[in-house]
C-alpha cells in the first residue's frame, strides 16, 4: 500500500530514520540526529507484485509492514488525516 510519511527536510529520509535503534542502520549523519522534520506528509507510493501494480493508501494511525522486522506505525496526527481524506483509500 502507499503511505504517507513525513520526511526530514535535511536529508529527505523518513522521520523514523532520526529515532533510536533506526538511527544504527544508516550511515547518514543527519539520521543520526533530531533532523529537521517536515510536519507536512508526503505521499509515498508503494507496489505489489508480482505485476508491480500501485496500492492504495494505508490509512493514518495503521500498521504498515505488519508481520516484518520492518513493522511501523504510521503517523495519525491531523495533518497525515487531512491529507488522507483529500487523497482518498483507493
Same mark, same amino acid.
Request: charged residues 20%.
Given at each position: 500500500?502507499?503511505?504517507?510519511?513525513?520526511?526530514?527536510?535535511?536529508?529527505?529520509?523518513?522521520?523514523?530514520?532520526?529515532?533510536?535503534?533506526?538511527?544504527?542502520?544508516? /550511515?547518514?549523519?543527519?539520521? !543520526?540526529?533530531?533532523?529537521?522534520?517536515?510536519?507536512?506528509?508526503?505521499?509515498?507510493? @508503494?507496489?505489489?507484485? *508480482?505485476?508491480?501494480?500501485?496500492?492504495?493508501?494505508?490509512?493514518?494511525?495503521?500498521?504498515?509492514? /505488519?508481520?516484518?522486522?520492518? !513493522?511501523?506505525?504510521?503517523?495519525?496526527?491531523?495533518?497525515?488525516?487531512?491529507?488522507? @481524506?483529500?487523497?482518498? *483509500?483507493?
Amino acid at each position: 500500500m502507499s503511505v504517507l510519511l513525513h520526511v526530514c527536510r535535511g536529508c529527505r529520509h523518513r522521520e523514523t530514520s532520526h529515532h533510536g535503534g533506526d538511527r544504527g542502520y544508516t /550511515a547518514c549523519a543527519c539520521c !543520526r540526529g533530531a533532523g529537521d522534520i517536515d510536519p507536512e506528509p508526503v505521499l509515498v507510493q @508503494t507496489w505489489a507484485f *508480482p505485476d508491480w501494480e500501485p496500492e492504495t493508501l494505508y490509512r493514518p494511525g495503521s500498521p504498515w509492514n /505488519a508481520g516484518t522486522s520492518h !513493522r511501523l506505525e504510521l503517523c495519525a496526527c491531523s495533518r497525515c488525516f487531512s491529507r488522507f @481524506t483529500e487523497l482518498g *483509500p483507493g
